[in-house]
């Protein structure tokens, strides 16, 4: 067995220098790191740590955590790949307990037996109920799916489901739901967590896809917010412009418009206690004038589920801030 070839160089070194070596690596070993200088640090492409000026190696073995395996693409990734999902906030197990496939196949997928088969469904059935230890954790369960439900309609990303299901189980922690309904607790920790993560959503587009009203949501999210203290900024109006104007087929010139048209009336505080939707809306009807590309006020309040009283007032209050005349 051949010995590692930087162990071989420097027993030739040992050999060749005698003494003189042993001296030189006990200067280096008595030389403080802390005192060198970070910028003459290099790690090398074999993941080595050295410091330039001396040539010392400072760190040699580097751990790498990674599987032993290589991957080229997402399909030989998933065939390699020997362990489960990464744990998760938004099950109320956290994704570690383990579940039967309904696929009734075996593991080279060649169909079972009928008797095989009912085992597999009763065993199955078991499972699901033994996820759940008591009444606490099965309204955890209901209001998780919930939440993932209402996720899935708005269409908002997976990051947004994480944050919501981390605020319903401070809430559950505090003993914010007694005398509450979970769908309402629920459906406020998703609209909190769409605001914390900038993709607002605004109250009347999560009561549509809630089971709660728009009254109710509201009221339960104030309350939360207030004793889970979530700093919550006000929403920027712009934000909603890019989604508005894709609905009503405007081009990018107008959302440009439209941005322009609140900073500038937003700097004079005329945002000041008005609807962030309202805002937009108003805002993207008067770029669309202004720009050629006209839009009626009640294809602009249905995108933006406002009336269209709302978006007079503040076309009106805009123009005149902008010294636009009509």
């Known amino acids: ?3 590692p070839t930087r162990q071989r160089e420097r027993d030739h070194d040992r050999t060749r220098w005698g003494d003189e070596s042993q001296d030189d690596e006990t200067s280096e070993e008595e030389l403080d790191l802390d005192d060198l200088d970070p910028e003459e640090v290099v790690r090398t492409g074999d993941g080595e740590l050295i410091h330039e000026e001396t040539g010392i190696i400072i760190e040699e ?11 080229f693409n997402h399909s030989e990734r998933q065939s390699k790949s020997r362990v489960g999902a990464p744990t998760t906030q938004t099950m109320h197990d956290k994704g570690l307990t383990t579940t039967i496939d309904w696929k009734d196949k075996d593991a080279y997928g060649r169909s079972i037996s009928s008797k095989k088969r009912s085992q597999m469904h009763r065993l199955r059935k078991w499972q699901e109920r033994i996820r759940t230890k008591d009444a606490g954790e099965r309204n955890l369960q209901f209001a998780l799916s919930e939440i993932d439900r209402m996720a899935s309609a708005l269409g908002v990303p997976r990051s947004v489901r994480e944050v919501a299901s981390v605020i319903y189980r401070r809430a559950l ?7 509450r309904s979970i769908e309402g607790v629920a459906t406020s920790a998703l609209y909190a967590a769409c ?3 900038g993709i607002p959503r605004s109250l009347e587009e999560i009561s549509e896809v809630s089971r709660v009203e728009r009254k109710e949501i509201g009221r339960t999210y104030r309350y939360i917010s207030q004793e889970l203290g979530l700093e919550m900024r006000p929403v920027d109006p712009k934000k909603y412009v890019p989604r508005f ?13 439209a941005n322009e048209i609140i900073e500038t009336t937003a700097e004079q505080g005329l945002l000041s206690g008005k609807s962030p939707t ?3 809306a108003a805002a993207i009807y008067a770029a669309s004038l202004l720009c050629n590309e006209k839009k009626t006020q009640r294809e602009v309040a249905e995108v933006a589920q406002v009336t269209e009283v709302t978006i007079r007032n503040r076309y009106q209050e805009q123009i005149e801030a902008m010294g636009i005349h009509t």
């Open 1 to 3: 067995m051949k010995r």
């Open 245 to 257: 104007s894709s609905e009503l087929d405007l081009s990018k010139e107008v959302q440009s418009k």
């Open 195 to 197: 605001r914390k993560e």
């Open 173 to 179: 922690s505090e003993d914010l739901i007694r005398g």
């Open 61 to 71: 073995e580097r751990i790498d955590p990674g599987p032993e395996w290589r991957a």
């Open 278 to 280: 309202g805002f937009a």
